[in-house]
């Protein structure tokens, strides 16, 4: 897994959040929840964070829970690889965005691995960037009452609102 996969190595702040989550970055707490429709910036602006971080010497990882999911289906198989392979350096890196929460479905499995990843963050105080293109109350039934609750406590929402930016570029 790569701290930030290559397409996504965006080195600046974009506006109207870049001011607000530059200060969250800064204040070495909490979560940072990016919610809002598809195209809106929210990657762009979750990796502009993890850029940063990195190049503050802390240690970053973003990954799409898709992503997760399926490295984690892999070491099911044999193969030398175990979960702990998968799930310790994101529970542990000093920032983890994670990407795209509610776009798949995983099973049951998959599910309580991410509930363990968002407790072990949760209770060694590492901050979080949680990205999803879902409504808050619409996250609740993707993470489950625990997951839920410590996503949001002590967060910072920014929301975004507006027409899908690749629309525009085209």
Same mark, same amino acid.
């Given at each position: 897994?790569?701290?930030?996969?290559?397409?996504? $190595?965006?080195?600046?702040?974009?506006?109207?959040?870049?001011?607000?989550? $530059?200060?969250?970055?800064?204040? &070495?707490?909490?979560?940072?929840?990016?919610?809002?429709?598809?195209?809106?910036?929210?990657?762009?602006?979750?990796?502009?964070?993890?850029?940063?971080?990195?190049?503050?010497?802390?240690?970053?990882?973003?990954?799409?829970?898709?992503?997760? &999911?399926?490295?984690?289906?892999?070491?099911?198989?044999?193969?030398? $690889?175990?979960?702990?392979?998968?799930? &310790?350096?994101?529970?542990?890196?000093?920032?983890?965005?994670?990407?795209?929460?509610?776009?798949?479905?995983?099973?049951?499995?998959?599910?309580?691995?991410?509930?363990?990843?968002?407790?072990?963050?949760?209770?060694?105080?590492? &901050?979080?960037?949680?990205?999803?293109?879902?409504?808050?109350?619409?996250?609740?039934?993707?993470?489950?009452?625990?997951?839920?609750? $410590?996503?949001?406590?002590?967060?910072?929402?920014?929301?975004?609102?507006?027409?899908?930016?690749?629309?525009?570029?085209?």
């Amino acid at each position: 897994i790569q701290p930030v996969p290559r397409r996504w $190595r965006v080195r600046r702040f974009v506006e109207p959040h870049g001011g607000e989550a $530059r200060d969250w970055l800064n204040s &070495q707490c909490g979560n940072l929840l990016l919610l809002g429709s598809v195209g809106t910036g929210k990657t762009s602006l979750a990796c502009a964070i993890c850029w940063e971080a990195a190049h503050s010497r802390r240690s970053v990882r973003l990954i799409e829970v898709s992503e997760f &999911q399926s490295a984690l289906r892999d070491t099911w198989g044999g193969g030398g $690889r175990r979960e702990s392979d998968v799930t &310790q350096p994101l529970a542990t890196c000093d920032l983890l965005a994670l990407d795209d929460i509610g776009a798949s479905r995983g099973g049951d499995r998959e599910a309580w691995h991410l509930h363990e990843l968002i407790g072990m963050r949760h209770k060694n105080n590492r &901050q979080t960037i949680f990205i999803s293109n879902l409504a808050p109350e619409k996250l609740l039934p993707e993470l489950g009452d625990r997951a839920y609750e $410590r996503m949001k406590e002590d967060s910072v929402r920014i929301t975004f609102i507006g027409p899908s930016l690749r629309r525009v570029r085209k």
